[in-house]
Each structure stands twice: as structure tokens, then as C-alpha cells.
């Protein structure tokens, strides 16, 4: 039998990438989109902190993956972190802020810390590095580890890969505070871009450069997404060495 992947981003924007590069078929039922070359392939969004939960719990039910890629941008928390963004980080360990929980995984030396909303502030970020020895946060690992965990169906079988991409940094949290503002902006016109950029709440220059900030972060996701997914599918296993690898059980 041919592993069953599914890789979930927690936004479109993050997914879109792939779907523009590859083929991919909407399957209405679940809600998915499922690769052409790899029948197995599945990929969807979950929502900003899986906030369409019962819709990804029938898909885990329905499906019963093999492989969970938990893919997209985290953000960094210590400005003094010389990680550049779009590096790959490299998960040891995921921690729940609201109970505290941890996943342990790996190999990896990097924990990452998932909130229940978005953390902006440079002085909460370093919070929240001080008090979990965290260097980057998200809004989807714990709450998908648990959720896969929780399914005795999956328990015993399913390895959840953590790829998550190095995206916003301490200093630039003035930016990335209205980042909502420039959600689809490549398929906004030349006009809608400039009415965006004129309004955007920390100015027109200020805008152009979380564009091109996300940029970046979104290439090096879609390629290392790519590279990942398409491995394993081809190779029908966990790579040998593979990083950020962990079984979720309660």
C-alpha cells in the first residue's frame, strides 16, 4: 500500500505556492486538493490556529495519513537570533503556551511554542523566549500533534514532519502587525495594490517591504515544501536523517 501524505498549512497564502506549480485536483468532499502525480499526495489548509477543526479531524478520520507535513512561516523570537528568514528550522520539541504541554521529536535543536493568536509585540516575543527557551512560535504544531495523537487509528502509525520556515524577526513586528492588509496581494490589480499600499497603517514604504519580506519566506516554504513532499512520496518512507520528525501519542 502506498503511504497516505497530507501536508496543511495553516493559510492559503502559505499553500499557494504548490498549487501554482504543481497539479493538483479539488476534491469537494473533504475540501482538499490532491496531487495528480501522487495519487496519495493530499494537501489543505487548516485555518490560523485550526480554526476549521472539524473539517480537518474528518479528514484525519477519512483519509488516515501516514505522513502529516505540519508546513509554514513561524516567527522568530529573540532579535539577537542570527537566523535568517526563510532558513529552515529544525524541531526538537513543540510546547503548547495554553497547558503547557510538550512533544517531544527530532532530531532537532529548536523548540517552537504554539499560541493560540498572533504574537507581534517584540517584548511578548521575548517573553516568550525567556520563559519556554523557545526560538519560534506558530499557531497550528501542538494543536496538530494533539490532534493526530488523540486518534488511535493514527497513534501507532502516522509520523507528523514539522517544516517550519524562518518568517518574521523581533525587529520587523511593526510590519507584521498589519499583515492582514496585504493578504492576496498578487492577485490584486495594479490599482488595488496601490490603494493597499497608500493606506497600509505603516505607510506605503513600509508595506512594499513586508511584501518583499514575505517574499522570501514563501519561496524558501514552497521549495522546501516541494522537495519534501515529493521525496517522500517517491521514496514511500521517512527519509533516513530527516529533522523535526515526531510520533504524537497522549
Not at 495528480?36 to 487548516?46: G, S
Not at 523570537?77 to 526563510?86: A, H, N, Q, V
Not at 493597499?196 to 519566506?217: D, E, S, V
Request: charged share 30%; proline share 6%.
Amino acid at each position: 500500500m502506498p503511504l497516505t501524505i497530507l501536508l496543511l498549512t495553516g493559510i492559503k497564502e502559505e499553500l499557494q505556492g504548490l498549487l501554482d506549480r504543481h497539479p493538483f485536483e479539488f476534491e469537494k468532499e473533504l475540501r482538499i486538493y490532491r496531487s495528480r502525480r501522487y495519487r496519495e499526495l493530499y494537501v489543505r489548509t487548516t485555518g490560523p490556529g485550526v480554526t476549521k477543526r472539524k473539517e480537518i479531524q474528518k479528514v484525519l478520520e477519512d483519509i488516515a495519513p501516514d505522513v502529516v507535513i505540519s508546513a509554514g512561516i513561524a516567527g522568530i523570537l529573540d532579535e539577537k537570533d542570527k537566523i535568517e528568514t526563510g532558513q529552515v528550522l529544525r524541531i526538537g520539541e513543540v510546547i503548547r503556551k495554553s497547558n503547557r504541554v510538550s512533544y517531544p521529536g527530532g532530531p532537532g535543536r529548536d523548540r517552537l511554542i504554539t499560541v493560540d493568536r498572533p504574537v507581534h509585540d517584540i517584548l511578548d516575543k521575548l517573553d516568550l523566549a525567556t520563559e519556554f527557551k523557545a526560538r519560534a512560535c506558530d499557531m497550528e504544531a501542538a494543536i496538530l500533534l494533539d490532534m493526530v495523537g488523540a486518534l488511535p487509528a493514527l497513534t501507532q502509525k502516522t509520523y507528523v514532519v514539522m517544516l517550519k520556515i524562518a518568517g518574521d524577526r523581533p525587529e520587523d513586528s511593526s510590519l507584521y502587525e498589519y499583515e492582514n492588509h496585504t493578504w492576496g496581494w498578487d492577485k490584486k490589480s495594479l490599482w488595488q495594490k496601490a490603494v493597499t499600499a497608500i493606506k497600509f497603517p505603516a505607510g506605503p514604504k513600509a508595506c512594499i517591504r513586508l511584501i518583499r519580506h514575505k517574499r522570501k519566506a514563501l519561496a524558501s516554504l514552497t521549495k522546501e515544501m516541494e522537495l519534501l513532499a515529493y521525496k517522500i512520496a517517491k521514496e514511500q518512507s521517512i527519509p533516513p536523517g530527516l529533522k523535526s520528525v515526531f510520533i504524537p501519542h497522549r
